[in-house]
Nanobody, 115 residues
Framework: QDELVESGGGLVQAGGSLRLSCVAS????????MAWYRQAPEKQRELVAS???????SYADSGKGRFTISRDPAKDTLYLQMNRLKPEDTAAYYC?????????WGQGTQDTVVT
């Protein structure tokens, strides 16, 4: 069973912060790479950040220096700390991992950044 439940989205002013959480239904120590994606209206879904079981993180240019991805195996939870948010960060954010050749997605959480 593969379920992902995101939370933490909301409405925030530009320059503010949000922390997204993604709780997995299985032991995330068994999942080598987990990632956050986002999709703005009428745009393609894009990778925001990813992290391995060893803690090696990778970021899209849009979030470098502002976003931090982390994972807590004790809670089977993936996080995305987003600071200095900009209106262009407005999107639905999704967590994802791939298992048995199939991408597993959460339902998404909406972030809206206003000026």
């Amino acid at each position: 069973q593969d379920e992902l439940v995101e939370s933490g989205g909301g409405l925030v002013q530009a320059g503010g912060s949000l922390r997204l959480s993604c709780v997995a239904s299985r032991n995330i120590n068994q999942i080598y790479i987990m990632a956050w994606y986002r999709q703005a209206p009428e745009k393609q879904r894009e990778l925001v950040a990813s992290i391995t079981t060893r803690g090696t993180a990778s970021y899209a240019d849009s979030g470098k220096g502002r976003f931090t991805i982390s994972r807590d195996p004790a809670k089977d939870t993936l996080y995305l700390q987003m600071n200095r948010l900009k209106p262009e960060d407005t999107a639905a954010y999704y967590c994802k991992y791939r298992r048995l050749g199939i991408d597993r997605w959460g339902q998404g959480t909406q972030d809206t950044v206003v000026t």
